[in-house]
């Protein structure tokens, strides 16, 4: 088995975008907002920024070392695509028995009459996410794609139907489009 002697992943940083790395703490710093994530708990792993650049690599790393190392790479690529462009998922409400209310209150998403059921069904809104209901869509937008990813799937899980046929109470919030906050 040849094992490499460093594996590294170089990405380069867009104009209007800062990246700040203090040990494995990394910030960046854009025009929709700024993000910083805390990769203390990696051991074997380094970040460095310079002329532009940010390099994320490892010496004579093993398997689970290689793997970890693309990880942070991706989790800090994601952080610049959301400081830049921002990220949206849109989800459909769906209802054949009862019509279905959705609104916003506080941090908190509520669905009420869910299948005629007399209290609301509750979804947590996570992070610094914005959400809106806008006919018979709920638009989740942020600049955290792991926060706007978790608000949607809360909103989705709130509505999940158990103990009844899904063919006949097809009633729900379902994902049909998730992407960047700028429309791509």
């Known amino acids: 088995m040849v094992r490499d002697v460093i594996v590294k992943e170089v990405i380069s940083i867009p104009d209007g975008v800062e990246v700040f790395c203090e040990g494995m703490k990394v910030r960046v710093k854009g025009p929709k907002g700024e993000l910083l994530r805390d990769f203390n708990n990696v051991r074997n792993v380094k970040i460095s920024v310079s002329n532009g650049r940010l390099v994320v690599y490892s010496f004579f790393p093993n398997r689970r070392v ?39 209150s506080g941090d908190k998403v509520l669905i009420e009459n869910f299948l005629g059921e007399r209290s609301p069904r509750v979804a947590r809104i996570m992070g610094k996410v914005k959400v809106s209901v806008v006919g018979d869509d709920v638009i989740v937008e942020g600049i955290d794609v792991d926060d706007v990813a978790q608000t949607a799937a809360s909103i989705e899980r709130a509505t999940k139907i158990r103990e009844l046929d899904r063919r006949v109470f097809s009633d729900g919030i379902f994902i049909y489009e998730r992407g960047y906050g700028d429309g791509e």
Do not use: E, Q
């Not at 190392?69 to 830049?84: E, F, L, W």
């Not at 921002?86 to 916003?104: A, E, I």
């Open 66 to 104: 290689k793997s970890i190392t693309y990880t942070i790479a991706s989790h800090i690529k994601n952080m610049i695509d959301g400081v830049t462009r921002g990220y949206r998922y849109k989800l459909k409400v769906v209802y054949s028995h009862f019509p279905v209310t959705v609104r916003v």
